[in-house]
């Protein structure tokens, strides 16, 4: 079997990107809470490559390792995990933010993503080989105004991507962290649930990135040779310059 991808929030986006591009040169594990569209992308892409789909939602610690617990045997030496799922729910400043989102974002974007790389490091550590790939934001790199709880997810991403090095470095296991600016997906239209304007407006007047720009930085990192670790990357859109820097022409 091919090496064997492990790829969280698959169903759209950027995850749905990433599998997409690994898919000849990878067996994938796909995953998402949306078993329909897992369904649908596995068999378009098992005409490429072997597919197992697993649905749970990552800030369940109990349904992460289930999940996990249900691979066939084969599918369980994870070479590569890519930890792509999360979310971001609402603007508001501190004073008026709503726990729901703060708890939707926290658990979502930090803790899924450590419970998922608790269940699936040990396996690379014992076998002294793997690459953790986490999908951050330039949330996690500059803090800005109305972002609060978000950001403060996303900078805890960025430093467990750090101590993450760290502690997997005697084993050869390679941690990069992705950082991207403004990306056209899904994810403005949760944010600012279902409203279409707002959504709109965060791209209006600039060419954002696509969901396969930061899946090409992906396929890059996880091919280079064993003793390169493109080990922390930003990317920005060409008209973006930080956070809250963007050329609009329009």
Same mark, same amino acid.
């Given at each position: 079997?091919?090496?064997?991808?492990?790829?969280?929030?698959?169903?759209?986006? #950027?995850?749905?990107?990433?599998?997409?591009?690994?898919?000849?040169?990878?067996?994938?594990?796909?995953?998402?809470? $949306?078993?329909?569209?897992?369904?649908?992308?596995?068999?378009?892409? *098992?005409?490429?490559?072997?597919?197992?789909?697993?649905?749970? +939602?990552? *800030?369940?610690? !109990?349904?992460?390792?289930?999940?996990?617990?249900?691979?066939?045997?084969?599918?369980?030496? #994870?070479?590569?995990?890519?930890?792509?799922?999360?979310?971001?729910?609402?603007?508001?400043?501190?004073?008026?933010? !709503?726990?729901?989102?703060?708890?939707?974002?926290?658990?979502?974007?930090?803790?899924?993503?450590?419970?998922?790389?608790?269940? &699936? *490091?040990?396996?690379?550590?014992?076998?002294?080989?793997?690459?953790? &790939?986490?999908?951050?934001?330039?949330?996690?790199?500059?803090?800005?105004?109305?972002?609060?709880?978000?950001?403060?997810?996303?900078?805890?991403? +960025?430093?467990?991507?750090?101590?993450?090095?760290?502690?997997?470095?005697?084993?050869?296991?390679?941690?990069?962290?992705?950082?991207?600016?403004?990306?056209?997906?899904? /994810?403005?239209?949760? $944010? /600012?649930?279902?409203?279409? !304007?707002?959504?709109?407006?965060?791209?209006?007047?600039?060419?954002?990135?696509?969901?396969?720009?930061?899946?090409?930085?992906?396929?890059?990192?996880?091919?280079?040779?064993?003793?390169?670790?493109?080990? +922390?990357?930003?990317? /920005?859109?060409?008209?973006?310059?930080?956070?809250?820097?963007?050329?609009?022409?329009?």
């Amino acid at each position: 079997m091919k090496k064997i991808v492990f790829v969280t929030g698959a169903t759209s986006g #950027i995850g749905e990107a990433i599998a997409r591009i690994l898919a000849p040169s990878h067996a994938l594990v796909i995953c998402g809470r $949306r078993v329909d569209r897992l369904e649908k992308l596995a068999a378009e892409l *098992s005409a490429q490559t072997d597919v197992q789909t697993l649905s749970f +939602d990552v *800030s369940d610690a !109990d349904a992460v390792n289930a999940a996990l617990d249900s691979l066939p045997s084969e599918w369980k030496n #994870i070479e590569v995990l890519v930890n792509n799922a999360g979310n971001a729910h609402g603007r508001a400043p501190i004073h008026e933010g !709503d726990l729901a989102d703060w708890d939707a974002m926290i658990d979502g974007n930090l803790k899924g993503l450590l419970y998922v790389t608790r269940a &699936i *490091s040990p396996g690379m550590v014992e076998r002294k080989s793997g690459d953790i &790939i986490n999908v951050g934001s330039i949330a996690g790199k500059e803090v800005y105004p109305d972002g609060n709880v978000y950001c403060a997810s996303k900078f805890g991403v +960025d430093a467990a991507t750090n101590g993450m090095r760290m502690d997997l470095n005697p084993y050869g296991i390679r941690v990069v962290g992705i950082h991207p600016g403004l990306v056209e997906t899904e /994810f403005s239209m949760v $944010r /600012f649930k279902g409203d279409e !304007d707002k959504s709109e407006g965060v791209y209006k007047g600039m060419t954002p990135l696509y969901a396969e720009d930061i899946a090409e930085t992906v396929k890059f990192v996880v091919e280079r040779p064993p003793h390169v670790t493109i080990a +922390d990357m930003t990317i /920005f859109p060409t008209a973006q310059a930080s956070s809250t820097i963007v050329n609009r022409q329009s």
